[in-house]
Every structure is written in structure tokens, then in C-alpha cells.
């Protein structure tokens, strides 16, 4: 199993910048994915971004242009620079863990992030 720990959210102002980091423990298979999902109270768990093993990139286009996801396979860690922040990202972040040889999801308990207009 895989254990996932978030940190990095809090309250900023919108046009501001936060960054998210988590750390991933246990039994670290490859291939894989890790990334961020996010969910505002009333509203579906989204995708933000993800990063394979490989060092892959994939944004939702709400993002693009304004987030980066980079991850340090050696620390088995995965960060989320957010910038321009906006009202709309407010949310609860998650991390994910996906691993593509076992076809198995892990989450982390998730981060509050929340953007003041």
C-alpha cells in the first residue's frame, strides 16, 4: 500500500501563489502516476494535474498557464506550484497515487486551499 501526506494550502489572495507538496510512502511501484484533484463543497472531485513517473505533464485547461506540477521521483514527492490564483481554486486539494502495473489509486486526506477576491 501507498501512503499519501499533503501539505502547502492555505488562504491567499487572489493573483497570489501557493505550493503544495506530498509525499508518498510504502510500496512505490513503477509505472506510475501522481497528481492533484481538487473539490469545492457541491461540486464533482476534478482533475488538476499529473505527472507520471517519467515526468509527463497533464493539465486541465482551467490550470494551464498558471500551475506547474513537478515531482522528485527519488523522494517519491510531488509538488503543485500554484500562481494567479482565483476565486474558482478554491477548493480541497488531493493528491493521487496511480499505479499503472497494478491499476490501483491511492489518495491523500486532502488540503484546504482557499483564494480571498
Known amino acids: 500500500q501507498v501512503q499519501l501526506v499533503e501539505s502547502g494550502g492555505g488562504l491567499v489572495q487572489a493573483g497570489g501563489s501557493l505550493r503544495l507538496s506530498c509525499v508518498a510512502s510504502g510500496l512505490i511501484s513503477r509505472p506510475n502516476a501522481m497528481g492533484w484533484y481538487r473539490q469545492a463543497p457541491g461540486k464533482q472531485r476534478d482533475l488538476v494535474a499529473t505527472?507520471?513517473?517519467?515526468?509527463?505533464?497533464n493539465y486541465a485547461n482551467s490550470v494551464k498557464g498558471r500551475f506547474t506540477i513537478s515531482r522528485d521521483n527519488a523522494k517519491n514527492t510531488v509538488f503543485l506550484q500554484m500562481n494567479s490564483l482565483k476565486s474558482e481554486d478554491t477548493a480541497i486539494y488531493y493528491c493521487?497515487?496511480?499505479?499503472?502495473?497494478?491499476?490501483?489509486?491511492?489518495w491523500g486526506q486532502g488540503t484546504q486551499v482557499t483564494v480571498s477576491s
Open positions: 493521487n497515487f496511480a499505479s499503472t502495473l497494478y491499476s490501483t489509486d491511492y
Open positions: 505527472i507520471t513517473s517519467g515526468g509527463s505533464p
